[in-house]
């Protein structure tokens, strides 16, 4: 062994005697907390000199060095240290002294030489939990390097555990701590993150109160950075264990809703693939829908399409994943719904934006799965809308039909019944005494023969181009055998 390597193992000895003598000699019972706390503190945040352990040593130094203690994963100093910092840490959660005086009187009786004598216990105990914070999670960087398969659950002792649970527990309290807590809830955040994404023991129970911070960084506007975006996505799974159902879950979904509405995080891909994620819940599908379709009349065009991207993704996702309960409530209470008030819709310009949303659903229409699914959600109200008496639900509906041309269910050969179909519900619009109906037919008319020329019935081209409005030819089905003429020639 080098002398530089005996050097550093007697430093590691002496780093694991200190810590333990900081947590075990605690004094008498009748010994305040600040007393209790600050053996420990001092470890991490030497004042003088003489408190560090080697005169080589920087106050940087000394730190990384009593982690490393903690990533050595000797369980001899687990069982002692952790348990002896646990009973500490449970006095000074149990009297919330790590609460700054301000948290608990009235602005008006706030008295400035109370706050001040209280300044320094704050300071110590919040100093405390930040380190036990800084411990724990190296204790848990210690078994992640040893694990031998990834992805495999890391084992941690249940003395580490036990801390890590109690640290999260204040994780919100200690956020509302104002300035004085930030350093210390983010030591806090960090090991709860960092043991999600180990994949160590009970790492269910520690996302209850990280999640919403994640979800409250990345839906403030004025704070938003794309890093905070991306972070929500390494926790996607985790979303999927909090139960929407449950009441206490309403302020989650409250944040996660306002995330949602944010045009920032619509426009990043890894913000339209978190939002992705969370329609795998079922529960929490209707309210999303809700959130994007309230957006949609004043939207831009590049957020409908991250919408309807958002939709497409989450459909099939659950397709692929066998979701039926998720699929099932994606399709009919969200991509039927669409499709409804795309069809009833009054005003032109709405109209235009859901089918904007709905544009990469029917611009797949070639695959199977999608060419059933827009046969089982628009058969039931396309063909019957056709015929309405309100003269722009017939025109929303031939705009329709010229985007899922043909309608057809793809288990049964019919297609060319199903073309013949579509081709006279149009021709009878081309017939429409509406003239706007007769346009939007005309112009769908254009469009179909335009794309489907090759495999059109000539019948049905015929039929179609040769159609007479009370004896006159329409102006506008003439304008569209012009622009086809022009496709083929070209």
């Known amino acids: 062994m080098s ?27 009748g010994s305040s907390i600040e007393a209790q706390c600050s053996p420990f503190v001092k470890l991490f ?10 005169e080589s040593l920087t106050a940087k130094k000394q730190e990384t060095l009593l982690l490393d203690v903690c990533r050595a994963t000797n369980k001899s100093f687990i069982k002692r240290f952790f348990p002896c910092m646990q009973s500490i840490l449970e006095v000074v959660i149990n009297e919330e002294a790590y609460v700054p005086e301000s948290a608990f009187a009235d602005n008006e009786d706030n008295d400035s030489s109370k706050k001040e004598g209280s300044d320094a216990k704050v300071v110590e105990c919040l100093s405390f939990l930040k380190y036990a914070a800084m411990c724990t999670e190296a ?12 992805g495999a659950k890391v084992q941690i002792s249940s003395q580490v555990t036990d801390v890590a649970l109690k640290l999260h527990n204040i994780l919100l309290s200690v956020h509302d701590c104002g300035d004085e807590g930030s350093a210390t809830w983010n030591a806090i955040l960090s090991l ?24 409250l960084q990345a839906s403030d506007p004025t704070e938003f950075q794309k890093s905070y975006i991306k972070k929500l996505v390494s926790f996607k799974d985790a979303f999927q264990v909090i139960d929407f159902l449950n009441p206490s879950s309403d302020s989650l979904r409250s944040l996660l809703l306002k995330v949602a509405s944010n045009p920032i995080c619509l426009k990043l891909p890894e ?14 599908v209707p309210d999303l829908h809700r959130a994007f379709r309230a957006q949609i009349p004043e939207a831009t065009k590049t957020i409908l399409q991250a919408y309807g ?13 066998s979701a039926v309960v998720t699929q099932e409530v994606i399709e009919h209470q ?23 949303t709905l544009g990469p659903l029917h611009a797949d229409k070639k695959t199977k799965r999608v060419a059933d699914l827009l046969n089982r959600l628009y058969g039931p109200i396309l063909w019957r809308s056709l015929s309405a008496a309100n003269p722009s639900v017939r025109r929303n509906a031939v705009a329709i039909l010229e985007r899922v041309f043909p309608l057809h269910d793809p288990n049964q050969n019919q297609m060319k019944a199903s073309m013949e179909k579509c081709a006279t519900a149009i021709k009878n619009a081309l017939k429409d005494t509406d003239a706007k109906v007769r346009i939007a037919a005309s112009e769908a008319t254009a469009n179909i023969c335009t794309l489907f020329w090759q495999i059109l019935p000539s019948a049905d081209i015929r039929m179609l181009l040769n159609c007479k409005y009370s004896g006159y030819m329409n102006s506008v089905t003439v304008a569209a055998c012009s622009c086809i003429l022009t496709h083929i020639v070209n």
């Open 192 to 215: 709860c993150e960092s043991w999600w994404l180990a994949n160590a023991v009970d790492r269910e129970s520690l996302i209850a109160q990280m999640l919403p911070l994640l979800v």
């Open 309 to 321: 991207e958002i939709y497409y993704r989450a459909w099939c996702d659950a397709e692929d994943s």
């Open 45 to 54: 945040k030497p004042t003088k000199k003489s408190e560090l352990l080697f």
């Open 3 to 29: 002398s530089d390597e005996e050097i550093l193992k007697d430093q590691l000895k002496t780093a694991a005697k200190a810590l333990l003598a900081a947590v075990e000699e605690i004094g008498d019972n």
């Open 271 to 284: 913000g339209r693939k978190f939002l992705t994620s969370l329609f795998r819940d079922p529960d929490l």
């Open 139 to 150: 204790a848990l960087e210690g078994k992640v390097s040893l694990r031998q398969v990834e």
């Open 334 to 356: 969200v991509l039927q719904d669409l499709m409804h008030a795309a069809i009833h819709i009054a005003s032109p310009a709405m109209a235009k934006s859901i089918l904007t």
